[in-house]
């Protein structure tokens, strides 16, 4: 059963056809309540008609004998006195039930007792209202039936109040209530399975993207070419968008998987270079000891180090690990980043600048910062903490060197990227550092551009929510 109803459209087929069967169900039970009911109106109206007929000629006087009652098949009477003699029956009524006075055969001067009749009798001679209907059972010639009665009251020319029963047959009510019934017992079918077909044939058809999007995606799983995409169709409803959603996260899937590679290709050739460096000075000192460069090597092994801390700090950052949510002191942060650096000088124009972070993430922020305004400077570096408005620290690290140019502004936070080709490695470095700076800031919600310094250099300014 579950493989039966596993796909959307065996259950929107299912979901459909039971929605369609509970309303065609209501519906239908109310056609036949309604008919029924109009039909017992119907013959409520008739037999009202055939006992104020009959009443009237009793109230004129007509003798008992000679009321000329109607068929007993289609309109069976009986008039019976306050006593419950029965003064005058159809012929051909053999039972009757439901009147409260069952008796079929007149009974001349019978007499019982009186019965306790709250209807105001009408005067002599005078025709009474419909006092009462209901429903029961006749037989005529010996074969039953089901009628609606009702009740009139008259005064007959001796002064004495009569009551007459007059039924309407209920065969032809039962007759249509058990055609119309029949009738939806055989189209209802045909209408559920008309509307099941419909249902699954529109779903099949709007559903057949999903399977193309399903087949395609399966494809590039299994080549592992994310350089595809799957197929968007024409229409503007959720399935377009869906696939539009699909081609944009595998776009941006290719694109992490593209720069997981160029990370990787990047960090093995910068590895390569202080690891054949460091090779190299061991195999000499290996073969002539007093040929051994012991500080080129700590050099090489101080860089190295720093290059693996730089691509296991991009591994987390790229894992999407999240900063701690501590206060940090931007001002004591920066000014224990600037201690010890010559060309470095703090300018605090506020106090109690704090965000929420991790320190150490921060910290290294500002020192790649420094590192790199140090770098390029001739004479001085700036770093200046302030808040700007209730909403934002910011940090601006300025230095007077040559500065960045302006289509390079973007480029520098890209991972491996050195401006100055002519540079040597171990002056410029691996290219990490900015990048670094930046997804850190993004990760605790801030920003980090570049821009031109008063004084002609690089200007980096480094934003983040206030805590």
């Known amino acids: 059963m579950r493989r039966l109803f596993g796909s959307v459209r065996a259950r929107a087929t299912l979901g459909a056809t039971l929605v369609v069967a509970v309303a065609l169900v209501a519906a239908g039970a109310a056609v036949l309540l309604s008919l029924r009911g109009n039909l017992e109106g119907r013959a409520d109206s008739e037999a009202d008609g055939v006992a104020r007929r ?4 009793i109230a004129a006087g007509t003798p008992y004998a000679d009321l000329d009652l109607p068929d007993a098949d289609d309109n069976p009477v009986q008039v019976v006195d306050e006593n419950g003699r029965v003064l005058a029956v159809s012929e051909g009524l053999e039972a009757i039930s439901g009147t409260g006075a069952p008796g079929v055969t007149p009974v001349p001067g019978a007499g019982t007792e009186p019965d306790d009749d709250e209807e105001e009798s009408p005067e002599p001679g005078e025709l009474g209202d419909i006092v009462w209907h209901g429903q029961g059972t006749a037989t005529v010639e010996g074969e039953g039936g089901t009628y ?3 009740a009139a009251q008259a005064t007959d020319g ?3 109040t009569v009551r007459v029963y007059a039924g309407a047959s209920l065969a032809a009510q039962q007759d249509a209530v058990r055609t119309a019934a029949g009738a939806m017992l055989i189209g209802f ?9 419909v249902t699954w044939l529109v779903t099949r058809r709007a559903l057949r993207p999903v399977e193309g999007i399903r087949r395609e995606m399966a494809e590039i799983t299994a080549s592992e070419d994310l350089s595809r995409r799957v197929p968007e169709p024409g229409t503007h409803d959720e399935v377009a968008r869906l696939a539009r959603t699909t081609n944009e996260t595998l776009a ?8 997981q590679r160029r990370f990787v290709a990047d960090a093995s ?3 390569r270079s202080p690891i054949a460096s460091l090779r190299t000075q061991l195999e ?3 073969a002539h000891p007093e040929l051994l460069d012991l500080d080129g090597a700590v050099e090489d092994t101080v860089r190295l180090q720093r290059l693996a801390a730089d691509l296991l700090l991009l591994a987390r950052l790229d894992a999407g690990e999240r900063p701690a949510g501590t206060r940090v002191d931007l001002v004591a942060l920066a000014r224990e980043e600037a201690a010890g650096r010559a060309l470095v000088a703090v300018d605090a124009r506020a106090t109690g600048v704090e965000v929420a972070g991790s320190r150490g993430q921060l910290g290294r922020v500002l020192a790649n910062l420094l590192d790199n305004a140090e770098r390029h400077a001739r004479s001085a570096v700036t770093v200046t903490v302030c808040r700007e408005g209730d909403r934002a620290a910011v940090v601006r690290v300025a230095d007077d060197g040559n500065g960045v140019p302006e289509g390079e502004r973007e480029r520098i936070f890209e991972r491996f990227v050195r401006l100055d080709d002519a540079r040597s490695r171990d002056e410029g470095g691996a290219g990490l550092g900015l990048a670094i700076a930046r997804d850190v800031a993004v990760r605790h919600g801030g920003t980090l551009t570049a821009g031109a310094a008063p004084a002609g250099g690089a200007l980096f300014e480094l934003r983040l929510p206030l805590a």
């Open 54 to 57: 009959i009443a009237s000629r």
């Open 189 to 197: 079918p045909l209408l559920l399975a008309v509307v099941g077909s």
């Open 284 to 286: 000499v000192a290996a």
């Open 148 to 150: 609606r009665f009702a």
């Open 158 to 160: 001796r002064d004495e």
């Open 252 to 259: 941006a899937l290719e694109a992490s998987v593209e720069r």
């Open 269 to 271: 050739h910068e590895l």
